[in-house]
């Protein structure tokens, strides 16, 4: 770290915890620098600085790169997973074993940024917040029900959610309602509960089909609602 780097107070704002939190789970770990300098890091070390910094919203693939290091361990990635992925900044996620005691948490802190970059984003907008309007559920998120149906039927206790759900049954019945979407970290959630009813489920086929499959759903409800104020005010 700089000689005097800036500590960000966790007490300013969600950006601020976010970069605190992140600086924490560094401590003791590799530094910066080395990070910095590593032959697979593309990102500048000015960049890892500041996304530490709270001062502003770092950019995705850096706060991967840190992650990379932090939550999880390159030494443990499998590269002959590549070909597979989906989203090649959070990728390394996915080469980590199954059992790897980071890839809760990397999905965990992936979550938590896409929802600060929302939030940020969201305070940016100029003007008065656009008046909220009722859409049907998008075809697309109609495919994720039902692709989510699908699997919950494999386990023939698609009439007892709860128990095969438990507790968790309450947000997954809004999912099938077109209620909600899941994050990333639900639909690991998800298929980790789902995989103890059906031993042959490839865990990480479908929780990267789920999340891909909500991120779809998450697009085509901005697109129709985008759509439907556009209706109102022509």
Known sequence: ?????????????????????????????????????????????????????GTRLPKRETVSTLLRWWAGDPTDEDRELDEYYIEPVWSWIDRLPRDHEGRRLAHQWRTRYQRLARDVAGKRRVGPRAARVDIAVPPEQQDLIKELKDLIGKTGLEDELWLLLGSFSFRVERYLAGESIPTDESCWALTERLASFIPSLDRLDVARRLMLSAEVARAARVRDRRIAREGRTA
């Open 1 to 53: 770290m700089p000689a005097h780097p800036r500590i960000p107070n966790p007490q300013e704002g969600a950006l601020q915890l976010f970069a605190y939190d992140l600086r924490e789970l560094g401590e003791g770990k590799v530094s910066v620098t080395w990070i910095a300098e590593h032959e697979e890091t593309t990102v500048s070390k000015a960049a890892l600085y500041a996304a530490l910094s």
